[in-house]
C-alpha cells in the first residue's frame, strides 16, 4: 500500500483527507498548531498545549465513524460561563493530551475511538507562535492577528525552532506522496514547513511532492496570487526539492455565490496561469474540482482524492495531465 503524507490544517486539509480515506492509502496527517484564537487559544494559553482546533478537524474528516461523531466533536458550547465557545473535540484532546503526558500520545487515544483510517502527528509538541512580516516591515504576532490584520504577508517564521519528533522525520522519509494540502498558505500550509529538519528530511526523501491548490485568494494572504505565484511562495519555504505536481481547477467558477464572495468576503477564484505554471513543475494536473456544499464552494474530495491515488500508480490521469518542467507536453 502506497504511503502518503499530507501537510497542511483547517477545513481544506479536511476535505483533502476526506477524499484520500476513500482509496487504499497508507495515510497521515502532519498537522499544523499555531492557531491561536477562539477555543484552540484559551485551551493553549491555560495548559500550555498546541494549538487542538485543526487535529480535531482531522481526526474528524479521517474517521470511518465520520458521520457518528462529527456532530458531537464540532458541537460548540453556548453559556454564559466558562464552557462558553469551547468546542466538545477540543476539549477532549486537550484531556487526552494532559492524561498521556503529549499531544500525540492523546491524538492516539482518540484515533482508536474514533476508527481513524490513517494517522494523525502535530508538526511539534511545542506552543508555537508564528509571526508574521507585512509588506510594509510591520511585524504582527500570533497566527489568530495574522489573519486578522488589513496588511498584506511579505513572510512568516515561528519565534523559535520548533522541536519536531523522530516519528515525523520518519514518516517523510518512508512516504511515496508528500502532499502540501490547500487551506490558507501562510498560516497554515507553510508553518509545517518552518523547520530545517521538515526541509532537510522532504530533500532527502524520494516522495513525489504534490501541491493541491486553492479555489480562491484569501485577503491578506494571496490577494492576485495565480496558481503560479502559489507554487513559487511554497518553493520559497522548502528546501532544494520543489513542487513537483499541481493539482488545479480548471472549471470557470461563477455566478451569484462567487460574486457574493468577491464583494463581501474578497475572495477571487485562482487563476490557472499555465504557461508559468508549467515552467515551475514536471505535471499540472487540472480538472473541474468545484462543488457547492452549503452555499459554500468546496473542493471535490472524492475526485481530488483519485487524483492522488492516481499519482501513486504514475497513471496519466485524462487528458488534463499537463506536461510541465523537463517534460514534453501531453
Not at 477562539?38 to 474517521?63: F, H, N, Q
Not at 499541481?246 to 499555465?274: F, H, M, R
Request: charged share 25%; glycine share 8%; proline share 2%.
Amino acid at each position: 500500500m502506497k504511503k502518503v503524507l499530507v501537510f497542511g490544517g483547517g477545513t481544506g486539509m479536511s476535505y483533502l483527507l476526506r477524499g484520500l480515506k476513500q482509496y487504499p492509502l497508507d495515510i497521515t496527517a502532519v498537522v499544523s498548531v499555531c492557531d491561536d484564537g477562539g477555543s484552540t487559544g484559551i485551551l493553549r494559553s491555560e495548559l500550555d498545549l498546541p494549538a487542538v482546533g485543526d487535529i480535531r478537524k482531522v481526526l474528524i474528516s479521517l474517521s470511518k465513524k465520520e458521520d457518528e461523531f462529527s456532530d458531537l466533536l464540532n458541537y460548540r458550547f453556548k453559556s454564559e460561563g466558562s464552557l462558553n465557545k469551547h468546542t466538545v473535540g477540543n476539549i477532549l484532546l486537550a484531556a487526552a493530551a494532559s492524561v498521556k503526558g503529549s499531544m500525540s500520545d492523546g491524538i492516539k487515544i482518540l484515533s482508536k475511538v474514533l476508527n481513524l483510517n490513517g494517522k494523525v502527528i502535530p508538526f511539534t509538541e511545542d506552543a508555537v507562535t508564528l509571526v508574521g512580516e507585512m509588506e510594509d516591515g510591520s511585524i504582527v504576532r500570533g497566527e489568530h492577528f495574522i489573519t486578522q490584520t488589513p496588511k498584506k504577508v511579505k513572510r512568516v517564521f515561528y519565534e523559535e525552532e520548533p522541536k519536531i519528533s523522530k516519528e515525523l522525520i520518519w514518516e517523510i522519509y518512508n512516504s511515496d506522496i508528500i502532499v502540501l494540502s490547500m487551506g490558507s498558505l501562510f498560516t497554515s500550509v507553510i508553518p509545517t514547513l518552518l523547520s530545517s529538519e521538515v526541509r532537510n528530511a522532504i530533500d532527502n526523501s524520494t516522495a513525489k511532492i504534490v501541491y493541491s491548490c486553492n479555489l480562491f485568494t484569501q485577503p491578506g494572504e494571496t490577494d492576485d496570487f495565480t496558481v503560479s505565484r502559489h507554487i513559487e511562495t511554497l518553493n520559497n519555504y522548502l528546501g532544494n526539492r520543489k513542487v513537483e505536481y499541481v493539482i488545479v481547477n480548471n472549471a470557470k467558477i461563477s455566478g451569484e455565490l462567487a460574486n457574493k464572495y468577491a464583494t463581501e468576503e474578497q475572495k477571487d477564484p485562482i487563476v490557472l496561469d499555465l504557461s508559468q505554471t508549467k515552467k515551475l513543475c514536471k505535471k499540472v494536473i487540472a480538472d473541474d474540482l468545484v462543488i457547492t456544499e452549503n452555499n459554500v464552494f468546496r473542493h471535490d474530495y472524492f475526485k481530488l482524492g483519485y487524483l492522488i491515488f492516481s499519482l501513486t500508480f504514475d497513471y496519466n490521469y485524462k487528458k488534463d495531465i499537463i506536461g510541465g518542467l523537463n517534460e514534453k507536453n501531453n
